[in-house]
């Protein structure tokens, strides 16, 4: 019995690149899949424009006020008559804290006036209000 060499010269040793493809394909689909359900948090604001805006460090209060009137502290709807009472809370944990308020351009000025009333009511001096550079 004759034994019978298996190699020749046109056998190559290949890698089978298929299953590391198949991962590959299957990664790309889990990642787009995972990012087209991002949902940023908070309010969309349509800022005003301001020539003099200049940039300061991030306050540690902020408050959002929409254009129909909603008023958002820490990612929650607040009524205006809550104003004060959270910003004390807030003020009791950070005594050194500042508050931001961003409003909305379209939003009336009587509102975001008594909402800086809510946070002079609280004791806080150091209060912003924010304009875009838009």
């Not at 301001?50 to 940039?55: E, I, K, L």
């Not at 502290?73 to 508050?99: C, G, H, K, S, Y």
């Not at 806080?124 to 924010?130: A, G, L, P, R, W």
Request: proline residues 4%; negative net charge; aromatic residues 4%.
């Amino acid at each position: 019995m004759a034994r019978k060499k298996h190699s020749s010269v046109d056998e190559e040793a290949q890698i089978d690149m298929t299953p590391m493809l198949d991962i590959v394909f299957i990664m790309l689909i889990f990642f787009i899949v995972t990012t087209s359900f991002v949902k940023p948090s908070g309010l969309d604001y349509n800022k005003p424009k301001a020539s003099q805006a200049t940039s300061k460090p991030s306050s540690n209060i902020f408050i959002g006020v929409s254009k129909n009137g909603i008023i958002m502290m820490e990612n929650r709807q607040v009524d205006i008559e809550r104003v004060t009472a959270n910003v004390e809370r807030m003020l009791a944990e950070a005594p050194e804290a500042a508050v931001m308020i961003q409003a909305d351009k379209d939003t009336t000025h009587g509102l975001v006036v008594k909402v800086l009333d809510q946070v002079k009511a609280a004791g806080i001096d150091k209060i912003s209000v924010s304009a875009g550079n838009d």
